[in-house]
């Protein structure tokens, strides 16, 4: 037995990513700070023959991962993966009025992970995809039009067209 923990679980990439998971055989774990769309998650899994639970948490927060932590850990004694897929939208901005120690912590925190614990068998790796077709990029139009800022084009979408988010879940597992 395997489990996956999902985070961000209730929408697009996350919710393609823990169905596929489910396919593959691992128990899920789906978190989100949204009841709802979390609990469908987990009614799709059901639905097509998986196991796994929904916990909703906010993942920024620190007592929110203990909790979802400690119920994957109750539950099923075990966690062999974890997708950190929730995130948010940031206000469309130029990268030089980025704060560069924000920019840098992000990064670091990442590449952290990855060297400190890969020695101890946990790879930790990093998605960073173009644009996805999501609830999220639907938002894109209109805080372009409000920010001012409208790139002549999109570098990280040389392909042409959107990803699906199942494209993503692909890759995930
Ligand atoms: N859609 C894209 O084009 C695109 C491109 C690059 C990266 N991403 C990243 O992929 C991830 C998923 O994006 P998506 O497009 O599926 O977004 P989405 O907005 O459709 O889904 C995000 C999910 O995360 C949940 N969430 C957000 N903040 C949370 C929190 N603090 N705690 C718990 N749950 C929280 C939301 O409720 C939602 O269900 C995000 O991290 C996003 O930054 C998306």
């Known amino acids: 037995m395997q489990v996956a923990v999902v985070t961000g679980a209730g929408s697009a990439i996350g919710r393609a990513a823990s169905l596929r998971l489910s396919e593959t055989g691992f128990k899920v774990v789906a978190v989100d700070f949204n009841a709802a769309t979390g609990e469908e998650t987990l009614r799709l899994i059901r639905e097509q023959g998986g196991e796994g639970l929904f916990v909703q948490a906010d993942v920024s927060k620190e007592a929110g991962v203990e909790r979802y932590v400690k119920a994957?850990?109750?539950?099923?004694?075990?966690?062999?993966?974890?997708?950190?897929?929730?995130?948010?939208?940031?206000?469309?901005?130029?990268?030089?009025?980025?704060?560069?120690?924000?920019?840098?912590?992000?990064?670091?925190?990442?590449?952290?992970?990855?060297?400190?614990?890969?020695?101890?068998?946990?790879?930790?790796?990093?998605?960073?995809?173009?644009?996805?077709?999501?609830a999220l990029t639907q938002e894109v139009p209109a805080m372009m039009q409000e920010s001012g800022y409208v790139p002549e084009e999109f570098p990280n979408m040389r392909i042409g067209r959107f990803a699906d988010p199942t494209e993503l879940a692909e890759m995930a597992v």
């Open 72 to 134: 994957a850990m109750d539950t099923y004694g075990r966690i062999d993966a974890f997708f950190n897929n929730a995130g948010v939208l940031q206000k469309f901005t130029l990268l030089e009025n980025l704060d560069i120690s924000e920019f840098d912590r992000i990064l670091n925190v990442t590449k952290a992970a990855a060297i400190e614990y890969v020695k101890k068998g946990v790879r930790v790796n990093a998605i960073c995809p173009g644009g996805v077709d999501t």
